[in-house]
């Protein structure tokens, strides 16, 4: 899988650029605020239909203007593809793929795939569980069209019942629609559960693996799914899931009520990462930290390639310079396989140790070196 070509149009800081790019290893280098992540956002949001940055698209479109339009063109499954999203103009967001209109953002996802890795994300253990949920969510979106298709009916679903909750107490009435809600809930969250039991258990395999490459076998890494505590077992039936998931939301009834928030349902899931059989969160140092998000990172980009048998696009944004000399090496030893695209601000270490393109950008606009 490579991203061949990207075409940007009022996107962010971009008034009209068309950039091809090359098929192992991209160099994007420039000051801050440049539109070097604008860049990768664009990558992104042709894999998924969305910023990871910001949860309106009329944020993403350049100042004084209407829209913006974006366009990639995809090599993957030994076939080409061009993927072009066009948005805003008052008009509803429009996403076509060799030029038939897709039935959903999450069409974006049979096409291309994204791993994107920010500083950010070497606090990942250390976040709270939304940052973990984020994580998995955004891996098995672009890998299972089914959990896509259920995390946004769950949501929205939550979002419903979050305002009736709100509401019931000037209107009592409300309150008799919360069971129809609950079953709603409880059947998609069990999907839900389905998928993030086993995606957490293959990335457990693989990042242990990773994480003893990086800790010289010192420490031993171990991820456990955790969800809602009458669920026995997150691999079991579906039917039974519901039952459990029912269940807990019967016992935590009047509390939501009294408390006006959804307190009982898979939108609290999380996945507690242990070193040695301790609790990363609670007792890593800063450097285990940011070892256990690499393995994380590189461990989701292992699954993908072993589920659709090609190497997503890895996104490095500004990582590496927050890495000490040993882990950068690591995660440049990693890399070899598959497209991969790392910013940076100055890019003379990375030009004598990567081959590929280098590129420069200001004020919004990228040339190559």
Do not use: W
């Amino acid at each position: 899988m490579r991203l061949d070509r990207i075409a940007l149009e009022n996107f962010r800081n971009y008034a009209s650029q068309e950039i091809v790019f090359d098929p192992t290893c991209n160099v994007i280098c420039g000051e801050n605020a440049q539109g070097k992540t604008n860049l990768l956002e664009a990558m992104v949001f042709l894999s998924v239909g969305k910023s990871l940055r910001t949860r309106f698209d009329r944020e993403l479109i350049r100042f004084d203007q209407e829209g913006f339009h974006l366009e990639g063109t995809v090599y993957t499954r030994n076939r080409e593809y061009v993927s072009r999203i066009d948005a805003g103009f008052g008009k509803k967001k429009r996403i076509t793929i060799n030029q038939v209109p897709a039935k959903a953002a999450t069409d974006l996802s049979a096409v291309l795939n994204t791993v994107f890795f920010c500083p950010e994300d070497l606090q990942l253990i250390k976040e709270g569980a939304a940052a973990r949920r984020r994580f998995i969510d955004a891996s098995l979106c672009q890998l299972r069209p089914r959990y896509a298709a259920a995390l946004a009916e769950y949501q929205r679903l939550h979002e419903h019942k979050t305002r009736i909750l709100r509401d019931c107490a000037d209107r009592p009435d409300l309150i008799a629609t919360l069971p129809d809600f609950n079953l709603r809930m409880a059947e998609t969250g069990a999907v839900l559960i389905h998928y993030r039991a086993r995606f957490v258990k293959l990335l457990s395999v693989c990042a242990a693996t990773a994480h003893s490459e990086c800790s010289g076998g010192r420490e031993h890494l171990e991820i456990q799914y955790k969800t809602v505590r009458t669920v026995s077992d997150p691999f079991g039936d579906h039917k039974l899931l519901v039952v459990q998931l029912l269940e807990h939301q019967r016992e935590h009834h009047y509390a939501e009520i009294s408390g006006r928030q959804c307190l009982s349902g898979p939108h609290k899931d999380d996945m507690e990462v242990l070193l040695d059989g301790l609790s990363a969160r609670s007792y890593a140092s800063q450097g285990q930290t940011r070892t256990a998000a690499l393995a994380l990172k590189l461990a989701a980009r292992e699954i993908h390639k072993e589920i659709t048998g090609e190497y997503p696009i890895l996104l490095l944004d500004d990582v590496l310079s927050e890495l000490d000399p040993k882990r950068q090496e690591y995660v440049l030893n990693r890399i070899g396989s598959g497209q991969v695209f790392i910013t940076c601000c100055e890019e003379d270490r990375l030009h004598s140790l990567l081959k590929g393109n280098v590129y420069r950008v200001k004020n919004g606009t990228t040339v190559l070196q």
